[in-house]
């Protein structure tokens, strides 16, 4: 029996890098991915699987459903994206655990800006289902569609729906990840001399700032919409900046600021055409303290 459960958990790690990014581009939270894989475990090891011949699909199958539980209990409690919090950002090269290999967080973090995450998070559960399975793994519209309960047509539908959302919202970063860099790192030095109008000089007119400070401290999530408000905000936190260094934040240059070390906030940045389109700032106290994000050297 032990060498029957140790022969099935080979063949479920096998299959966990995938399974944790197929959950985490569904939740945007890593706890949440994690708690979806282990239900799959649980699930797998009490059922009788001697006539599956995918398991990775089968898996793949079990985690997309745990998901879209999930999601659809978000929905029950009537839970906003920036009422609760924002999309927890994993980078790239950074790992949870000692254990952890950071090329899963590669698979992770790849093509799954903080961006996206904020605009899939406006989805449906099974828009969001429809649209990760198919347009980012490749899963077949009628393989897809008993897991939603729909007809394979519907589910394309559903898919198309998300598609044209994702599209119309999410923006396109620039392409040259150097570029990025010198415009986040322009924001920065700009931030810690309180320069007002360098600020300004680097932020799109139009440019969002998404905050999620957690149920801690004061004010909780919230926007702040336009340049010149933005560079006001960043000023107003400009001593924070001398303990900020650079981190890639979802494959995107940013940085995590750290005073005496500790973690303190994670500021993820989308750049489009040479300007700071979004910022993402994620300061819940409670979810940085998890996070374990790589620091780029200077």
């Not at 981190?247 to 940085?255: E, S, T, Y």
């Not at 303190?264 to 700032?281: C, L, N, P, Q, R």
Request: proline share 5%; glycine share 6%; hydrophobic share 45%.
């Amino acid at each position: 029996m032990d060498d029957e459960r140790d022969w099935l958990a080979e063949r479920f790690e096998a299959h966990g890098t995938h399974l944790r990014a197929v959950a985490y581009r569904m939740l945007g939270s890593l706890t949440e991915a994690d708690d979806a894989v282990q239900e799959a475990w649980i699930r797998l090891s009490r059922s009788d699987t001697s006539g599956v011949q995918n398991l990775g699909g089968w898996l793949t199958t079990v985690v997309a459903r745990v998901c879209l539980d999930m999601l659809r209990s978000r929905r029950s409690r009537q839970e906003e994206p920036l009422d609760g919090h924002l999309p927890e950002p994993i980078e790239a090269s950074a790992a949870a655990t000692v254990d952890d290999d950071p090329a899963d967080h590669s698979v992770l973090a790849d093509s799954v800006g903080s961006a996206l995450l904020v605009v899939l998070d406006l989805l449906g559960p099974a828009e969001r289902l429809a649209f990760v399975l198919h347009d980012m793994f490749d899963m077949p519209f009628d393989e897809i569609a008993p897991i939603v309960d729909r007809s394979p047509a519907a589910a394309r539908q559903l898919a198309s729906r998300a598609r044209r959302r994702v599209r119309g919202s999410a923006p396109v970063p620039d392409a040259d990840v150097g570029r990025q860099r010198e415009v986040v790192d322009a924001f920065l030095a700009a931030a810690r001399n309180g320069d007002f109008e360098a600020l300004v000089a680097v932020l799109d007119p139009d440019i969002v700032l998404r905050a999620d400070v957690g149920t801690v401290r004061a004010g909780g999530s919230r926007e702040v919409h336009g340049a010149r408000a933005v560079a006001e905000q960043a000023l107003t936190f400009a001593r924070l900046a001398e303990f900020a260094q650079p981190a890639l934040v979802n494959g995107a240059p940013g940085f995590v600021v750290a005073p005496r070390g500790r973690p303190y906030a994670v500021v993820g940045f989308t750049v489009a055409h040479g300007k700071i389109i979004e910022m993402d700032v994620f300061a819940d106290p409670e979810r940085v303290r998890r996070l374990d994000l790589t620091v780029l050297d200077d």
